[in-house]
């Protein structure tokens, strides 16, 4: 199974946008999709696939925590 993970976009230059995912700065081909500042989008395997507003991001991201901390249990 594939899972896209949610991110904030922090900056955009050219193609490549930095993201805060969950924490974690890190980079991804923003060529697919025109994203600025503040969009919260989702990636897999490294390319931003889809936009996602920022209620529906919250939700996924809370879920993953949620999933993380059971885990650790």
Known sequence: MCLGIPARVLSVEGN????DMRGVRTQA???MLAVQPGDYV???AGLIVQA????DAEERLRLL???ASDADA
């Open 52 to 55: 996602l507003d920022s209620k």
């Open 65 to 67: 925590a949620e999933i």
């Open 16 to 19: 490549v946008a930095i993201l």
């Open 42 to 44: 989702l990636v897999y």
């Open 29 to 31: 081909d923003a060529s």
